[in-house]
């Protein structure tokens, strides 16, 4: 997992992970059948399951609190002291091979279905009157995962827990509907 996730999909090698595996080419191939399925088995132990994340933000209290958690949690796994700065989700991004593009496709399906959970409680929300009723759903889940991919690139780029919390909480002070914390617009 940890190789995927410092060199990406495409840079690591077979090679390269049957040595960190202390197992022999043949062995990777009859325990995982190809690298593909082997780099689906390390994002699946990464999340914690295929849908550990999309649940976890449906079960939370609100939409807000799901933010939180979800940032917080990633400013925490893109700083760990023992893993490779970054993301594996946004890490290993690819481009190239038909394998690649297919691998490609399945993180983006993957980050899909955060997105989607994340705007799905957003509109419960909404429903219920804890969010402003012209609350955009789409632009604000949207906005929440281009955060969490941000805070990504800039862990790789050496950024500390210190400055992504700081981001976190930057990002919740612009949650709709809490007036208290947003800073007026400067009128021009």
Known sequence: MHLFWRHGYEATSIADLTRAMAITPPSLYAAFGDKRRLFNEAVERYLGGSDTVAETIRQSP????ATED?????????????????CLLASSLVSGSIEAEAVRLE???IRHSI???????IDRDI??????????SLGLAGH??????GMSTLAKDGADRDRLMRIVRSTLTAWPGDQARQVPVTQQ
């Open 62 to 65: 609100t939409a807000r609190q």
């Open 70 to 86: 979800l940032l917080t949690i990633a400013a925490i796994g893109d700083t760990g002291e023992t893993t490779p700065p970054g």
């Open 107 to 109: 993180l983006a399906a």
């Open 115 to 121: 997105e989607t959970a994340l705007r799905d409680r």
């Open 127 to 136: 429903a219920v009157g804890l969010l402003p009723s012209d609350t955009d």
């Open 144 to 149: 929440v995962f281009a955060v969490v991919q």
